[in-house]
């Protein structure tokens, strides 16, 4: 059951071939077999998880495609009555009183929550290395990342622990561990899905998407998660088209363009071969493969570190110890309550991201980082406006390199910060972008990325799918959890 | 030598409105601790804020109404810093980009020359929390139930020269919000309250000198005292070779001085930043002619309306306009009785207010309402009761429930009227006493005033003095 995309195992339960309840304790059997040596669960919910597929299987004559589909929940979103962790020990006490707009709307949609997924502490990094509840271990190569830092969302969909799963994404942190893991991830356009209830890193930057086994299981995702939310101002009003219908579309005469500076200098060359291959079967589908460039990309990286920590410094604020999350033993004062329980709670990157943002909004240097920064920002997104005139999307890999392995970059941030190097002016720009497997290499997965222009997530979701038709890389799973 | 006080004030203001500025939490006073305290108050992980766009109406209003810029595009930005009344530790406010900046408003200083008064920005901002203090074993409580009350922060230039102005100008921005309704103005809740930014220089100086913020201030009063004594403390320490440190100081009431509560040096660095989660306001221009088409009147307008439509004094008009509710109890009495306007402006102004002060209330919550206030004045105008036999009767109505005829009956207020009746009395009167009448006949005007007394003393103060005048000069003559 397992082996199936979440778009079969949708038409199964729709036959009732099979019944949520037998697919649910499925994945939760492999979710006790499995995830002991991968880590992608923080929280298992199994008794309510079988109680909703029941109800799922009770309701079964009610129309809606995602009923009774099992899904992980990156454990940043809210749900009721459950704890959402963060992946700190700041949160390690809280049990979210409401559900995230985007839970509430799946829950409408009859679908099953397996459970909550490791992460990096408050999203902040490339590996989920840095969770208060442990390193999260590839299942291609468990002495190796799976990136981050959705990492347990996608190892859960990649060890096949789950139909589906959530990420959130703020710099790469759904394309470059879906990249990493051999699955398919899409980071929607910035206000296309509602933030509320979503734990905030970076607000500007913050993006829920959907991380499956194909990009026709993301469109049947995205389709549910999408829309506008009155709780949430910076979501966007407009419809949402019809992403699953529209996957069958054809690609001919669609014009994509490659980024001259990504593939310069420095790219692994098997990287750059698997990429070629994946050019060539867009190529044989009628797309228009030509250059472009995108002057201002190797900006990114500064200004996501200034504009990204600068966010994240005043959106953790609120981690103060007094009225929820951890609390230090016996304060002296109100002083010592704050800096006490926040060093105790907080982690090492979660500390320098908060350091580094307090430092660039600080007087007498906001104007030489913030603002710059922001500048650099609308260059970057100047660029990808430029690039839209002339194709429909923007190729690139994924990440740099495959999985590294675990502990290997933790030393050196700056390093592990490159590993976000394609996916981060996406993000500074606000546009939608996904990842797919286009095969292995020693091993490992590579990840393609596709990016279209704003609310156009159908453009790379049909040519994601289009490949996938072509291709089989995104059906291959990890030996050990065949 | 010679000082010069200059004042700017910062005065926070409530807006009136059902819901907080940025969640559909209630903000009605008075609720048991946090019981007005949804996710959004309480900063739980993950939620956001949406503006309630009736304080953008609210806010745009009030530019218009102290002919102010209103912003076609304003920003909300977070303002940093740890207090566990502020639960995200961060404020949303406005600073770069505020919804109003400059502005004016005309004052009348005491010797009744207008002064016009410079207002930098009006800017929209939540409310904090409460900390509670008390009946917690040495914690601390905190009730965030005004957490993200909406407010609108109003900061006048530094154009005050002495503690009467600035409380004059409070005065008429407190007039201003209440005209426009776009708050209640209670001062006793902190639904208004100011700082005051203070300093003093020498005469024909025009560097200002250093100033001091004082703190929390919640009654016209409390303003006036902290000002003259924060002036007077600021001089002492400049003629006495010191110089003033720029600080915050927080006014006591209970000794009537100012103490120090943070310098400069340890003030903190809020770190504003436009807030990601909100956008841009953007006003719309059919908005803006909706709103400035509705404005309604405002205090100077309904002066103007005044002297014209009642002919009142200029004096009268301005004290009766000082406050929306004095004003609109003042043509509530009116439109009740065909009344002269002069002798309601009278009443209203003197009798009633003093009542109001001496009992410490608000007009809303005044025992005599417009009806019955009316029905008093139709008895002056109507010689039933004397001036001085009404303002028994407006005791009565203060203290009792009984009408103002029920009254007049009751206590045989009514005045003697009739012709025959009181000529017969006053014949009596100038029969009985000879000797005065011969003193009157010859040129000694003064015993008028005895006749007058005797008159009433017959008719136990119940004759119309006018009539008596009338009727004694003839029989006198």
């Given at each position: 059951m397992h082996k199936l995309t979440l778009a079969q195992q949708a038409k199964a339960l729709a036959a009732k071939q099979i019944s949520s309840e037998e697919l649910t304790r499925h994945y939760i059997d492999r979710i006790e077999a499995h995830d002991g040596q991968l880590n992608s669960f923080i929280t298992v919910l199994a008794e309510q998880a079988i109680e909703q597929a029941k109800q799922a299987d009770a309701d079964r004559h009610q129309t809606s495609v995602l009923k009774g589909i099992p899904i992980a929940l990156k454990d940043l979103f809210c749900?009721?009555?459950?704890?959402?962790?963060?992946?700190?020990?700041?949160?390690?006490?809280?049990?979210?009183?409401?559900?995230?707009?985007?839970?509430?709307?799946?829950?409408?949609?009859?679908?099953?929550?397996?459970?909550?997924?490791?992460?990096?502490?408050?999203?902040?990094?490339?590996?989920?290395?840095?969770?208060?509840?442990?390193?999260?271990?590839?299942?291609?190569?468990?002495?190796?990342?799976?990136?981050?830092?959705?990492?347990?969302?996608?190892?859960?969909?990649?060890?096949?622990?789950?139909?589906?799963?959530?990420?959130?994404?703020?710099?790469?942190?759904?394309r470059q561990p879906a990249a990493l893991c051999g699955i398919t991830g899409l980071k929607p356009t910035y206000g296309r899905v509602s933030r509320y209830g979503m734990i905030a890193y970076a607000s500007s930057l913050d993006q829920g998407g959907p991380m499956a086994v194909t990009a026709e299981d993301c469109a049947y995702l995205l389709q549910t998660m999408a829309g506008h939310d009155d709780k949430d101002s910076t979501s966007v009003d407009l419809p949402v088209p019809d992403y699953v219908a529209d996957l069958e579309q054809t690609v001919k005469g669609m014009r994509i363009g490659m980024p001259k500076e990504f593939f310069e200098q420095g790219l692994d060359s098997e990287i750059a071969a698997h990429i070629q291959h994946a050019c060539e079967v867009l190529t044989s589908l009628g797309c228009e493969i030509k250059p472009i460039s995108l002057p201002n990309a190797e900006l990114a990286i500064a200004a996501y570190y200034v504009i990204a920590p600068a966010e994240a410094s005043s959106n953790l604020s609120r981690y103060d110890g007094a009225r929820y999350g951890y609390r230090c033993q016996n304060p002296r004062d109100l002083e010592d309550m704050y800096s006490r329980s926040r060093s105790e709670?907080?982690?090492?990157?979660?500390?320098?991201?908060?350091?580094?943002?307090?430092?660039?909004?600080?007087?007498?240097?906001?104007?030489?980082?913030?603002?710059?920064?922001?500048?650099?920002?609308?260059?970057?997104?100047?660029?990808?406006?430029?690039?839209?005139?002339?194709?429909?999307?923007?190729?690139?890999?994924?990440?740099?390199?495959?999985?590294?392995?675990?502990?290997?970059?933790?030393?050196?941030?700056?390093?592990m910060y490159l590993s976000d190097i394609f996916t981060i002016g996406v993000n500074l720009a606000g546009l939608p972008g996904l990842s797919v497997p286009i095969g292995l290499q020693s091993g490992l997965p590579v990840g393609m990325q596709l990016v279209s222009n704003y609310f156009k997530e159908d453009v790379i979701l049909r040519l994601a799918h289009q490949y996938q038709q072509q291709t089989s890389h995104h059906l291959q799973i990890p030996a050990s959890f065949e | 030598m010679q000082w010069e006080t200059v004042i700017g004030l910062e005065i926070h203001c409530q807006l009136n409105t059902q819901t907080k500025i940025f969640s559909g939490a209630a903000t009605a006073y008075g609720a048991e601790p946090n019981t007005q305290a949804c996710e959004v108050s309480l900063a739980l992980p993950g939620v956001l804020p949406v503006l309630n766009k009736e304080v953008v109406r609210k806010a745009v209003m009030f530019g218009l109404a102290i002919h102010a810029d209103i912003a076609e595009h304003s920003v909300f930005e977070r303002k940093n810093y740890f207090y566990p009344d502020l639960p995200k530790a961060y404020q949303i406010s406005q600073l770069e980009k505020p919804i109003v900046e400059h502005g004016q408003l005309d004052i009348m200083l005491d010797d009744g020359t207008p002064k016009t008064i410079g207002i930098t920005r009006a800017h929209l901002e939540e409310d904090a929390g409460k900390s509670l203090h008390d009946d917690f074993d040495g914690m601390t409580g905190i009730d965030l139930n005004r957490a993200g009350t909406p407010l609108i922060e109003i900061v006048s230039e530094p154009d005050l020269r002495s503690a009467r102005e600035a409380v004059a100008y409070m005065r008429k921005i407190h007039a201003i919000v209440q005209y426009l309704d776009i708050s209640d103005g209670n001062m006793q809740e902190g639904s208004f309250r100011c700082d005051a930014n203070v300093s003093v220089r020498p005469k024909g100086e025009t560097k200002l000198g250093t100033r001091t913020e004082l703190k929390n201030i919640n009654s016209f009063r409390f303003v006036e005292r902290a000002i003259n004594y924060e002036v007077e403390r600021q001089i002492e320490v400049l003629e006495s070779g010191g110089r003033v440190v720029q600080e915050t100081r927080l006014y006591d009431a209970d000794d009537d001085s100012t103490r120090s509560m943070r310098s400069k040096e340890e003030a903190n660095d809020y770190r504003y930043f436009p807030d990601p989660d909100l956008l841009p306001v953007v006003l719309d221009a059919s908005l803006l002619a909706e709103l400035q088409a509705n404005m309604p009147e405002l205090p100077e307008q309904k002066q103007q309306r005044f002297l014209e439509v009642y002919g009142l004094s200029v004096d009268d008009a301005q004290q009766l306009t000082a406050t929306r509710a004095m004003a609109e109890f003042f043509e509530q009495v009116l439109a009740q009785q065909s009344l002269p306007a002069k002798l309601v402006a009278n009443w209203v102004l003197g009798e009633f207010s003093a009542a109001l002060n001496q009992n410490a209330i608000e007009v809303a919550d005044s025992p005599v309402n417009a009806e019955r206030l009316a029905t008093l004045l139709l008895r002056i105008s109507d010689n039933t009761l004397s001036s001085?036999?009404?303002?028994?009767?407006?005791?009565?109505?203060?203290?009792?429930?009984?009408?103002?005829?029920?009254?007049?009956?009751?206590?045989?207020?009514?005045?003697?009227?009739?012709?025959?009746?009181?000529?017969?009395?006053?014949?009596?009167?100038?029969?009985?006493?000879?000797?005065?009448?011969?003193?009157?006949?010859?040129?000694?005007?003064?015993?008028?005033?005895?006749?007058?007394?005797?008159?009433?003393?017959?008719?136990?103060?119940?004759?119309?003095?006018?009539?008596?005048?009338?009727?004694?000069?003839?029989?006198?003559?």
């Open positions: 749900s009721d009555g459950t704890a959402t962790t963060c992946g700190s020990k700041m949160l390690d006490n809280f049990v979210a009183p409401y559900d995230a707009t985007v839970v509430k709307k799946l829950k409408q949609a009859g679908v099953v929550t397996l459970g909550k997924t490791n992460m990096d502490e408050f999203a902040m990094g490339s590996s989920s290395e840095s969770s208060f509840y442990g390193a999260v271990k590839n299942p291609w190569d468990t002495s190796r990342v799976p990136g981050g830092s959705s990492g347990g969302s996608a190892v859960a969909v990649a060890a096949r622990l789950a139909s589906a799963s959530l990420g959130t994404d703020t710099g790469g942190s759904i709670a907080f982690g090492e990157e979660v500390k320098r991201r908060i350091m580094i943002g307090t430092y660039a909004l600080s007087a007498g240097y906001y104007d030489a980082y913030y603002i710059k920064a922001q500048k650099i920002r609308r260059l970057i997104s100047q660029d990808y406006s430029q690039a839209f005139a002339e194709v429909d999307a923007v190729l690139s890999p994924t990440a740099p390199t495959t999985a590294f392995k675990i502990n290997e970059k933790s030393d050196d941030p700056v390093t | 001085k036999s009404a303002k028994q009767v407006f005791q009565a109505l203060w203290n009792g429930t009984q009408s103002v005829d029920q009254i007049i009956a009751e206590q045989g207020l009514e005045q003697m009227s009739d012709t025959g009746e009181l000529e017969t009395i006053i014949q009596q009167v100038v029969a009985a006493n000879p000797q005065q009448v011969a003193q009157y006949r010859a040129g000694k005007d003064k015993v008028f005033g005895f006749f007058v007394g005797q008159v009433m003393k017959a008719t136990k103060g119940k004759a119309n003095p006018q009539q008596v005048n009338q009727i004694l000069k003839q029989k006198l003559s």
